[in-house]
DNA sequence: CTGTTAGCGCCTTCAC
DNA sequence: GTGAAGGCGCTAACAG
């Protein structure tokens, strides 16, 4: 980052104190309109760029905010990504991305890492429910999204009814007449749970069992998902099979070709573009991604205006994808 | 930004100088073991945050990488993303990604910004090969991957090979008899063209005359892909249709139901795991994500320490997914 | 082993 | 309409 042109050398050339190229720069009208000019053409003929760390260190404020999630590599998360960049973009913020690939670890050093930079505030979608975040942000500025943690609502948090949308899948697959419903769930986090909780409620509107052996829970980045998706499957143990998120519906996906099945259904979370050509046809919950990114980071940039505000819990409703 | 502990307050409670407390953080042999530790401690408890802004400025170096990408909704970028992060994260650099959209204004503001950010170096996916790039980035230390400037070569350039990967597929199609392949091309990158120069080279070397009437490019935000699908493969025109890429191809997908087809082909650049599911069948180029992302960081590594190195392109061979 | 001093590049009073 | 001076938070050279 060196060899880089400062104010300086502006005002050197062009004959005139540092101050006065500052304030030409920003198009203060308190600077002539002929050396205000000048200098802005001087600047841009010698691609002279304001040094950013600089004047975010002098006027405490660096118009960026920070936004943490566990996996770029969910098709979700990157059309939350999208969403909340050109949101930000529309209000003058910028966005730095940190991905922590579901580890709890990487979480932590990631809001250092932010908080470091010093970004004005922070969205999260939380990696570890249990993540001691009241001492890892102290003051900082902080929504949560999709993921909130556990425990009382001490952050803003816009969440997915989780429970209700897989209480709709669940109802679908019912009426269709499936009537062994297992389920592979995710990982430890809050979604996780409220999608079981959707999973046994619809069972029990409809008056139907809970069993135990067809529940089962994958740590994603473990490789036993297929090995499940046998057991749950083979010899009729199920008529239809849940999987509580992409990953792994991709994992189930995989193993069918292998278990010779007559008539069951998969169902999962999460929509997805190409889920419209495989087969079988796959039912889904489909979150409305683009208004709860929206929503986030103008609750975010509320709070950075008012710190005081009370945080708020908001859910949104998916909306059923019948296939 | 603000209400946040300062090396000064430290200072003052621990009853050194701010130099100490500086020292002492950086784990400096030079500061007693017991007031090092005791300060230490007095960060760890008060939830200090050394703020990175003031150090860059003051050290000249940010330890960040920027990555410009063209579309982060397009998953050989997300793993591009992936690959880079992790290599950067082993040699202790953070990487601030920023979107384009694919639109060329949006990656001038990107240049500045991440500038702004005094990166120490840049990571482009270029969205316009025709962009003044020499004058955009002066002497940022610059590394373009998948994606490069047309002209000379005069920054360093990780790219696959595209026109050999193109022309794989089109003569996988051949082989298995296909002989009129229709082409619906993507934007006007470097690589779109470089995949045309590959079907061209692909049927002329297997004798098959090269029909403008079956290359079509679309701009992607234009959404005509789908009447282009129904034109190619209509009252047998075509019997097989290579997508250029994977935006392209869900477009091709979403059209082909409504067209009533015997035999035909479909095939694609870019792999995805959700492909293997898919019908029809389709055989695409697989880029060599992971290795491509560690040698382009690498390679701005090594440039950042020495400026003065010769810019060299280098070509990585995709590989063949048939199905 | 520790403190003093200076300065990174910028903005913002306060003067004139 | 413009300049001089100070300070944001940090580190590094120089003293002692």
Redesign the pocket.
């Given at each position: 980052m060196?060899d880089?042109?400062?104010?300086?050398?502006?005002?050197q050339r062009a004959?005139?104190?540092?101050?006065?190229?500052?304030?030409?720069?920003?198009d203060?009208?308190?600077?002539?309109l002929?050396?205000?000019t000048r200098i802005q053409r001087l600047a841009q003929e010698l691609g002279?760029?304001?040094?950013?760390?600089?004047?975010s260190?002098?006027?405490?404020r660096t118009q960026t905010i920070g936004m943490i999630i566990p996996n770029i590599l969910n098709p979700f998360f990157t059309s939350l990504i999208r969403a909340i960049e050109d949101a930000a973009k529309a209000q003058h913020y910028d966005v730095v991305i940190v991905n922590t690939d579901e580890q709890p670890d990487a979480e932590r050093d990631a809001i250092q890492l932010l908080q470091g930079k010093r970004v004005d505030g922070l969205l999260i979608a939380s990696t570890d429910p249990n993540q001691d975040y009241d001492r890892l942000l102290g003051a900082t500025p902080t929504v949560f999204v999709d993921r909130a943690p556990n425990g009382p609502i001490t952050y803003d948090r816009l969440l997915v009814d989780n429970v209700a949308g897989t209480q709709r899948v669940i109802a679908n697959l019912i009426t269709r007449g499936a009537r062994r419903i297992g389920i592979i769930n995710s990982s430890a986090s809050a979604t996780a749970t409220e999608r079981l909780q959707g999973y046994r409620q619809a069972l029990l509107n409809h008056g139907l069992p809970v069993d135990p052996d067809i529940i089962v829970s994958a740590r994603k980045d473990n490789g036993n998902v297929q090995q499940m998706t046998r057991q749950l499957l083979q010899n009729q143990k199920c008529d239809a099979l849940f999987a509580a998120d992409n990953t792994i519906l991709l994992e189930v996906l995989h193993k069918l070709p292998e278990l010779t099945l007559s008539t069951y259904f998969i169902s999962g979370f999460d929509d997805n573009d190409w889920l419209n050509f495989v087969s079988p046809a796959i039912t889904t919950a489909k979150q409305p991604i683009q208004e709860i990114g929206v929503a986030a980071l103008n609750r975010l940039l509320a709070r950075i205006a008012n710190h005081h505000l009370l945080p708020t819990e908001k859910r949104f409703q998916p909306g059923l994808v019948v296939r």
């Open positions: 060196a880089k042109l400062t104010m300086k050398d502006l005002a004959g005139v104190s540092e101050a006065t190229v500052s304030r030409a720069l920003a203060s009208p308190r600077v002539k002929a050396t205000r002279y760029s304001p040094n950013q760390l600089a004047r260190i002098r006027v405490q």
